[in-house]
């Protein structure tokens, strides 16, 4: 345990990205390691396809022991997953698993970046997945990031040659790399990228390959590898007092939301890696035949010179020793020609100036945001905790109008702190990640400014820039503008510094279902960005649809503060679909925008500002049966979902669950992967079953196969072997295999046009093998594959019924889906039209 607490303690203090905003504080033995990276001009650029699918080991082996600047260049922002911590889906997850990938660089010391692709769900082909993305686009991405990026060698975590054998965007990652690799070069190719960047031609492309492409260990030790290299990843770096699979480790670990925290592991371990283009290195020297040392750039020998000797005689009792020699080295560095290379190494030179000198700078807000147009301060705080000579000449607020110059001497350990006010210009964007901006396709985000395409999360508004002065050499060191502040339970927090607008608006509940043609009344809830805000809020609608009143004032006091108005809502009176939107009008000002805040102690709180609108739906839909009994998963809002159709839903503690306590339902749904999530359900099962047995309904939605203990060997009553298979092809024709089921016919009756409107997938892991008892009541399969009948499975048990469902209503519920809405009613009433038919006959 003191180990672990150790290994916890010394990540915190190397990599501060992975607590919040909270700024580095590095040891001697941390500076010194950053000295040998600064000493280190070469580049990697690993490629894959999606958040946690990049090789933590690799790169953290690239970063910490052959020093390299290595970046993880993701295809997606991972939106189409799912979430094992929260409720955010879609663009939302996607914004939280960036934000994890920048944490895992944290740790292992690696850059994140991205392409314009959007993660649109499981993909079984590369064909399929380019022409959705629009091939033209996202290999121009690539092409971006090689030559703006300009790495050395390029790694592949999947292998180009084999479509079809795994996840599309997975194929196709590679595919696109490979492709990039020589276009990169072109001066024909994307000719518009030239005038912000140039060509560039790698040296060398790698696949990260391993055992499990040969099918087995066995067959892997049989390969012919003499065109592969391998290297031990599992080095220890006494500097750090930490191995690199442990790094690793703690990096893959930052990916919570798709449940991949895992203990750290020591010792050897290969990695092999696979030419693809290029000459074969020497030995395992991955950057073999490439200058990586600073005669590799026009004038840098004389600054390598410099730092060379700086890191061979490094003074860890008092590394502000080396300042004099620190500056004179960035003054050189100012004279070098590349301005690639200049631009990364003087960043990271600065940043060892500030290490070496102890030196603290901050710029805190009072507020953790601001509105354009509002008055605004920032606190800043100075402090040199070593006995060289550093004046603060000025301090910049970048971003707006305002500075402050104290021109003082920043004595040893003596603090400097003062306060910049000032007015936020009105044209300040607000803070949001700038890839939601405008609406995208399927495929692609929508991203015009090319400078922006890659970058991994939208920059600060404002910064401070500290003009500092060591013996008459300026040098400007920028912070980003944070909110600092504390938290009884949790002591000392970091946030980033947002601009948001007066007011936003918010409707809980994203679709909203109109069983009949009764009038519902609507909430918006409003929420001032600002102190004393005063307007009018009013509710666009589509036609047939009437609203009253027409417009509802407010007004709010207090910044932060929240207030709901209710409007009342009529359908018309027959079906229909569309949008409502609350508009806020503040003078001269409109606002459509709701704030949505993800805030989890492993990332920075994040502000995403969508448009503010809710999905309604007038449907004819028939239920029987009212309270329903929910045993959450890995998260879903399918509770929500039933509960809009006029069900009480009531979530159960899998814990609490004993016999006869689930008697007072009518039904009992499980959540999504529960059986691989909630452990606690394996001594449950029995108690479930009985439920079914003595007349209860259970659906058990989507499992994935082989995740569980082997008392979850069969979730069901009867034999059920769950598989991979999924129909990704959210149009895919759907036949009713079992017409005369009561599935399809009570209380609603399905038929084929009840599967139009699906959005991303049919469904996934569907089984394959199944006991006599179940009958599968719909078939469906991709193009070019057989047909699936496992998607839906109905068996009866006892005098109840279980039902095993594939489908993917955890994403057509909350998209307002009519289908799978008459659907999953028609599986919550299963049974009930037997008891309503002996019912007439005894009348």
């Known amino acids: 345990m003191r180990y672990l607490w150790a290994c916890f303690v010394a990540i915190t203090l190397f990599f501060p990205k992975t607590f919040a905003q909270k700024p580095a504080k590095p040891t001697s033995a941390e500076i010194h390691h950053d000295l040998q990276k600064l000493n280190f001009l070469g580049t990697a650029l690993y490629v894959a396809a999606h958040p946690d699918d990049e090789n933590t080991s690799l790169i953290s082996y690239l970063s910490n022991h052959e020093k390299a600047r290595t970046i993880y260049l993701s295809m997606t922002r991972g939106d189409g997953g799912q979430n094992l911590i929260g409720s955010e889906l879609q663009e939302l997850l ?71 054998s795994t996840h599309g965007h997975h194929t196709s990652s590679a595919i696109l790399s490979m492709e990039a690799f020589d276009l990169a070069n072109d001066a024909n190719a994307y000719p518009e990228q030239l005038g912000l960047t140039s060509t560039w031609q790698p040296k060398k492309s790698f696949y990260n390959t391993s055992w499990w492409q040969y099918g087995s260990r066995e067959e892997f030790e049989k390969a012919d590898k003499s065109n592969m290299l391998h290297v031990d990843i599992g080095v220890y770096y006494p500097e750090l ?255 980033p510094f947002a601009v948001l607008p007066e007011a936003t608006s918010k409707i809980d509940e994203k679709v909203l279902i109109f069983a009949d043609g009764k009038t519902k009344a609507i909430q918006v809830k409003i929420k001032a960005g600002k102190d004393n805000v005063n307007g009018n809020v009013a509710l666009n609608h589509p036609t047939g649809w009437t609203v009253t009143p027409s417009t509802i004032p407010f007004s709010i006091v207090q910044k932060g503060q929240e207030l709901s108005v209710t409007f009342m809502v009529t359908p018309p009176g027959t079906e229909s679909e569309g949008e409502i939107s609350p508009i806020i009008t503040i003078g001269n000002n409109t606002y459509g925008k709701e704030l949505v805040e993800i805030n ?25 049966g009212e309270h329903i009994g929910y045993i959450m998963g890995a998260g879903d809002m399918v509770p929500e979902s039933l509960e809009q159709i006029g069900y009480q839903v009531h979530i159960i503690d899998p814990d609490k669950i004993e016999k006869g306590s689930l008697d007072k339902y009518d039904a009992i749904v499980v ?135 594939g489908l993917s209503f955890f994403r057509e519920l909350p998209a307002g889906v009519s289908g799978a809405y008459k659907l999953f009613a028609n599986m919550l009433s299963v049974g009930k039209d037997e008891v309503k038919k002996e019912s007439n006959v005894k009348g």
């Open 94 to 164: 996607g914004v939280l698993r960036t934000q994890e990938l920048l944490a895992a660089r944290g740790v292992d010391g690696g850059e994140q970046r991205f392409t314009r692709a959007n993660d649109f769900g499981f993909s079984k082909h590369p064909i399929e997945t380019l022409k959705i993305w629009d091939k033209e686009k996202v290999l121009g991405d690539v092409v971006w990031a090689i030559r703006t990026l300009k790495p050395d060698i390029i790694i592949n975590r999947f292998d180009h040659r084999t479509p079809g």
């Open 241 to 495: 007092g930490l191995s690199n699979n442990e790094i690793a480790a703690l990096a893959r670990s930052q990916h919570l939301c798709q449940g991949f925290g895992r203990l750290t592991e020591r010792g050897a371990s290969e990695e092999y890696l696979e030419l693809l283009k290029g000459d074969i290195p020497k030995g395992n020297d991955l950057f073999d035949g490439i200058d990586t040392t600073w005669s590799r750039v026009e004038g840098g020998e004389a600054v390598g010179a410099i730092l060379y000797d700086i890191e061979k005689n490094f003074d860890f009792r008092n590394p502000s020793k080396h300042i004099p020699e620190l500056v004179q080295a960035y003054q050189l560095l100012q004279k070098v020609k590349d301005e690639h290379w200049k631009r990364i190494k003087s960043e990271e030179l600065k940043s060892i100036i500030l290490a070496c000198a102890g030196l603290y700078l901050e710029a805190s807000s009072d507020g953790a945001s601001t509105t354009p147009d509002s008055m605004a301060k920032v606190n800043i705080e100075a402090l040199n905790r070593s006995s060289q000579s550093i004046i603060l000449k000025e301090v910049q607020i970048v971003g707006a109008d305002a500075k402050s110059s104290p021109n003082k001497m920043l004595t040893d350990n003596g603090k400097q702190e003062f306060g910049i006010s000032f007015t936020v210009p009105k044209n300040t964007p607000y803070t949001t990640p700038y890839w939601l901006n405008d609406l995208g396709t399927l495929g692609t985000y929508t991203v015009n400014d090319q400078k922006l395409i890659g970058q991994p999360e939208t920059a600060s508004s404002f910064k401070a820039k500290f003009i500092l002065d060591f013996n008459g050499t300026e040098i400007a060191f920028e912070k980003p503008v944070v909110h600092r502040f504390s938290r009884p339970e949790k002591g000392e927090l970091y946030e």
């Open 600 to 624: 989890y102690d492993h990332i920075p709180k994040q502000s995403i500002l969508l448009p503010s609108k809710a999905k309604v739906v007038r449907m004819d839909i028939r239920k029987s």
């Open 671 to 805: 959540g999504i992967r529960a059986y691989n999530v909630v452990e606690s359900l394996k001594f449950k099962q029995p108690i479930l079953f009985d439920y079914v047995k003595n007349g209860g309904n259970m659906i058990v939605q989507y499992n994935t196969a082989g995740r569980w203990a082997k008392q979850f060997e069969n979730i069901a009553p009867y034999d059920l072997t769950l598989s991979s298979d999924r129909v990704t092809d959210e149009n895919s024709k759907v036949d009713i295999v079992a017409p005369k089921n009561s599935l399809v016919n009570f209380p609603n009756t399905i038929s084929e046009k009840d599967f139009d409107g699906w959005i991303q997938e049919r469904g996934l892991y569907f089984p394959t093998q199944w006991s006599q008892e179940f009958t599968p009541v719909l078939s469906m399969g991709d193009e070019g594959e057989p047909q699936s009948k496992g998607s839906l499975l109905v068996a009866p048990y006892g005098k109840g019924h279980y039902i095993y469902t």
